[in-house]
């Protein structure tokens, strides 16, 4: 421990100093011109509240909201009566919010893209299914195991492609993703072959409405990783790295070390989400899980917004139930699709998304999560403001790791 | 019958047919590489102005009833006109967005193009496209015969690479090259950087275009097959290109023509039982190279 | 024991040699000053010591261990703190945030502990917390809480590159510039806070700048670097009279105090 964790304690004064005093130091004054900027650039002091019908107001949302989430797919106090095929829809939306985030951790934090998530969220799969079946363990320990399987996976693949820049690492997941396809997944006492492997629904869970509130339940807990990460050192020297390399490194931070971090925390994400996606259909097979699913992941998570987490949770929520054809069914526009434009609803992500990827690239960088920033802000009790959450571009920045 | 073929024949037969697949990989690779050198960008649509090649061509052959000559024609300015909207619509107003993001940009355009094939033209999935000579057995290497097809695309490639090592001599080319390394520099002398940013791109689609036209006809073809699946080129073409040095284009040919060799080694029956094996050593290339000479066998940047 | 001893140091970048057979030392609280024309080699000196560039021959000594071939955060966790020429600050972060950042060693849990929400980060993370804000006061930038750092004025963007640098807590602090666009009063001020600074947090500091009379002031032994090599080193009156200093950077640059 040296001087600076109690600045204000002094330091004996070298010999050289004409005062010996050791009194705090007393920074020479600002100017008043540079004071009143940086006055002007602070925020307010005075912060808004909201009068009580706005608390209203705000309340009446927040409890629609978690109406939508916590009642609705579980048919609780519900007046429509979803079917077992609908809560399965909504099992595969958070499923798939949580790779989204797990992706956001890789692209949004630590700028690197993954091209080959597919074989991250398939191993996931295979592995909770395995532990499973051929080992008899109960769903949480296939869960656990598929988890630190995918932070493994991408401590291992990491620790050699992240030696690289962010293209030839892009380069390097999008050639594994498809050898694992192709490899890994065909390895029939792994994987059962073409004819995959039994993933039960986990004991004491009965139906697909229970199965979704074991998902919701993963997602929170995500959801709280992925917030204490944003707000504890790594978080912040992950920033660091992204925006300023060079800086991070004078801080003492390790610019490739963290990265690999990133990788794994995004591995194990990957990995909760994949055991989802198995235990969900009570089966799992190889054939889901390629390089179009792997471009999915990656469009949904921009989409969604970069760094923000609940756009990165709407915009994957979105592709899983346009997906599954549920959006288009609410929205009533399946016959649309199918009939006017000829386009089979299982393909409608495959067009609409990527045209979405690209006006949210060239057009509309914050995605979803600029979107709902307003909303965001005023349910949580500021004013509305039509401009938060602006973003000037899709920020992935080509560090070299 | 495998099980009396000689190691030394099984040998020489990838050989054979690694150099034709190489073939293929080699164009995508130089397309990859003009790009890279041009823009900067890891262009991952590249092997998608192949299929849509492919596609326009078997239109205008099957439904227009045009003759073949016209119907490659048709494939070929499918595929250019597809590079350049590419390049007009996506790459120029990300000209200042990170490298990663453009590369994002051009697998959303893969994307968005393997969709729309799914959407139109997924009943049948498999189609056959001509080939352009149907004389199977008019060549032999090492006792193995050798399609006109497969002749066609080892010719096309020689003619291309020609082709381009000259035009990088021409005054055009040195613009180009100029214009990727000093853009600014390149502006004062009078070299429009958009102009040569729409050129290599139209031409590295007609690169493209070239390799889904002339590989289409050796099998059958469905949304896509040219970037994944079985005879995706995309990832070989790319692990070529890293061999090659990412910037050298005869680097590149050679890198191509590695790739499809190594991954041929995979038919071997001595890696029978392991599942995907062609796809595993195309991997292990690509890590190798890039740990080991990352700078690749001709490149002088490094990685 | 010299804090930074740096020997025979040369470095050639293609065919220019950025660096030629530079010497310098940093004792125990001492304040070195580097001048020198533009393209004299300091900045490629300050990469040397914090290990951007890898020198062509020479080594680097801190505390008398070799640091030549030790990573850049490496030497940073040994004590080597920096600023840089165009503020080395995480621009779209708040003041608090980006001493936060800096406090990255400081903070005793570890990374995953972080992640996972162990109670005890949260503990540390307040009095992080609290340190970067006895850190903003100290250097009279108490008002600046939150604010973006982006919508900054350049002069307070450099005290707070400071203030950023001392949270990650250094034994040898590296200053590039840090009177740059600053007028002559300002940089007086400045010379002021770097001698308390120095007293209070027992730094050893070595610096570039071209004011030449705030260098003069608050160093304890001065170097004029020209052509990448040492011109001329001594205390700070001597080599600004030195003849080949005049000649070669003061001609033009000489102001009154």
Known sequence: M????????????????????????????????????????????????????????????????????????????????????????????????????????????????????????????????????????????????????????????????????????????????????????????????????????????????????????????????????????????????????????????????YTVLAFMVSGFFAGIGGALFAHRDGFVVAEPFTFQLALIFIIMTVVGGLRSRSGVVLGSAFFALMGDGILLKLLRLEGFFENVVKLPSEFVPLVLGPLLLLLTLTLYPGGIGQQVAPVRGWLLGGRFDRHAGAVKEVQVTDVRA | MVLGVSFVDQLSTALVIGVITGGVYALVALGLVLVYKASGVFNFAQAEFGTVAVYAAYAALEFAG???????????????????????LIIRPLFDAPRVTLLVATAGVALLVIGVQFWRANDPALRVLAPISNELERVRVFGISVSDQRIVILLVLAATAAGLALFFRSPGGLAVLAASQEPTAAELVGVSVRRVSSLTWGVAALLGSLAGLLSAPISNFSPGFLTAGASGALIPGFTGAVIGGMTSMPGAVVGGLLVGIVESLGGLNALEGIPGARSLLVFASLLVVLLVRPQGLLGRAAA | MSVLEVHDLSIRFGGVQALADVNLAAGEWEIVGIIGPNGAGKTTLFNCITGFYSPTSGRVRFRGEDITELPVHVRAGRGIGRTFQNVGLVKGSSAVENLLTAQHLAASYGAVAGIAGSPRTFDDERALRHRAHTLLELLGLADLGDAAVADLPYGVLKRLEIATVLASDPDLLLLDEPGSGMGPEEAHALGDTLLELRRTFGLTIVMIDHHVPLVTRVSDYMYCLNFGAVLAEGPPEVVRAHPDVVAAYLGDAAEAV
Not at chain 1, 176 to 195: C, I, R
């Open chain 1, 2 to 257: 040296s001087a600076v964790d109690d600045p204000t304690a002094g330091h004996p004064a070298p010999g050289s100093e004409p005062d010996g005093s050791g009194l705090p130091v007393e920074a020479a004054p600002i100017d008043a011109e540079t004071a009143a900027a940086v006055r002007a650039a602070a925020p307010r002091p005075d912060r808004f509240r909201p009068a009580a019908a706005g608390w209203i107001g705000r309340g009446v949302v927040w409890a629609a909201l978690a109406w939508v989430v916590l009642c609705l797919p579980g048919n609780i106090a519900s007046p429509v009566s979803l079917s077992a095929t609908e809560a399965r829809g909504a099992s595969e939306a958070v499923v798939f919010a949580i790779i989204g985030l797990s992706l956001n951790v890789l692209i949004g934090y630590a700028g690197q893209i993954s091209l080959g998530h597919q074989a991250f969220v398939g191993i996931g799969a295979f592995t909770s299914a395995f532990v499973v079946t051929e080992l008899g363990q109960e769903f949480w320990l296939g869960v656990i195991v598929a988890a630190l399987v995918g932070a493994l996976q991408a401590l291992l693949l990491g620790g050699v492609a992240l030696r690289v820049t962010g293209l030839y690492f892009a380069l390097i997941t999008l050639s594994y993703g498809v050898m694992v396809q192709q490899s890994l997944f065909n390895v029939e006492s792994l994987t059962g072959g073409v004819a995959g492997r039994d993933a039960p629904l986990p004991t004491g869970v009965s139906s697909a409405y229970g199965y979704y509130y074991v998902c919701l339940g993963l997602l929170a807990l995500v959801l709280w990783l992925d917030w204490r990460l944003t707000r504890t050192k790594a978080g912040r020297a992950l920033l660091a790295v992204r925006e300023n390399p060079r800086v991070a490194a004078t801080l003492g931070i390790d610019i490739r070390g």
């Open chain 2, 66 to 88: 045009l003759p073949y000559g016209i119907a490659l024609l048709v494939g070929v300015s499918a595929g250019v006109a597809m590079g350049l909207a590419t390049e007009r």
